[in-house]
């Protein structure tokens, strides 16, 4: 169980120098600032198609933000799951609405491809089965073209219930490797600038909350005595990959100070070659990008 438990909101605003637990994501989205990102990284790179499509996608998940708001029947059930009992949107428990099927189908009036269009053909059962595979880390089970579609639909769905979860966080010792919000794995880490300079939060790939955990540690399996740095350029580089000798895995981590122009899911998709050499050295991702799954 994650060390974080998400609690009812309670007034009054954190403490100056206090590490805030958990940094829901906005209700507004950051879609169109991951978009514009995209477009940039995309110009004179080996995958400039694809980042380009990416970023069409992203900006069809800003427009459905906008126009399919979460129903209201919807926003009153989030106070009930704030029970204690683990992660209040546990993503391989929380039983899913409707809302983000017609989500996947907002995506089919804004994007034209063949995939998603065989993939709206299918009954809600299927698509529903296919969620729950992606959602539980069964990647194998599904195509990973039908997979990006879908987690698209997902990811913006509990985004919006992550966004206007009334809850705050409460830390309660380590553990952390998990998101406290819906259960689902870190994309990457950040290194955050501003008012928590030089703390690291992990970024979740489904629901896009951010919470802490210490450096120097692995975001994986927590031992600290292993831990190596890797890079493609100088040492002060603005995205490097942490691997663990314990559990053999990495997770990227950015470095804002270094490129404030870093966006994570952009420059985690655009920084392929690195992934690459990583797991050449024998180390196994431990997370997913949204944008590139197995398969």
């Known amino acids: 169980m994650n060390s974080i438990r998400m609690t009812p909101l309670e007034g009054g605003q954190a403490a100056v120098g206090e590490i805030v637990p958990v940094l829901l994501p906005s209700r507004a989205g950051d879609y169109l600032k991951r978009a514009a990102r995209l477009r940039v990284l995309a110009v004179g790179h080996p995958m400039t198609d694809y980042l380009d499509f990416v970023a069409g996608l992203v900006e069809s998940q800003q427009h459905l933000l906008?126009?399919?708001?979460?129903?209201?029947?919807?926003?009153?059930?989030?106070?009930?799951?704030?029970d204690g009992s683990g992660a209040p949107l546990d993503c391989r428990r929380h039983v899913r609405h409707g809302h983000w099927l017609a989500l996947l189908r907002g995506l089919g009036e804004h994007i034209e491809?063949?995939?998603?269009?065989?993939?709206l053909g299918e009954d809600d059962e299927r698509l529903e089965a296919q969620a729950d595979a992606l959602l539980r880390g069964d990647f194998h089970q599904v195509?990973?073209?039908?997979?990006?579609?879908?987690w698209a639909a997902l990811s913006l769905y509990f985004r919006q219930?992550?966004?206007?979860l009334p809850a705050t966080g409460?830390?309660?010792?380590?553990?952390?490797?998990?998101?406290?919000?819906?259960?689902?794995?870190?994309?990457?880490?950040?290194?955050?600038?501003?008012?928590?300079?030089?703390?690291?939060?992990?970024h979740c790939g489904l629901c896009e909350s951010r919470w802490h955990m210490v450096r120097l540690k692995c975001s994986n399996c927590e031992a600290t005595g292993a831990l190596d740095y890797w890079s493609l350029g100088a040492p002060r580089v603005a995205v490097k990959a942490e691997s663990c000798g314990e559990c053999e895995?990495?997770?990227?981590?950015?470095?804002?100070?270094?490129d404030r122009d870093l966006e994570v899911l952009a420059d985690d998709l655009a920084t392929l070659g690195l992934d690459a050499e990583v797991e050449r050295e024998g180390f196994g991702r431990s997370g997913v990008s949204p944008f590139l799954f197995p398969g």
């Open 161 to 164: 219930l992550a966004a206007h």
């Open 113 to 119: 491809h063949p995939v998603l269009e065989d993939l």
């Open 249 to 258: 895995s990495y997770l990227k981590v950015f470095y804002p100070e270094h």
């Open 66 to 82: 906008q126009r399919l708001p979460l129903p209201s029947a919807l926003l009153e059930t989030l106070p009930a799951l704030l």
């Open 170 to 202: 409460k830390a309660h010792g380590e553990g952390r490797q998990h998101c406290p919000v819906c259960a689902s794995t870190p994309v990457a880490s950040s290194i955050l600038t501003g008012a928590q300079a030089g703390l690291r939060y992990l």
């Open 143 to 150: 195509h990973s073209a039908e997979a990006l579609f879908l």
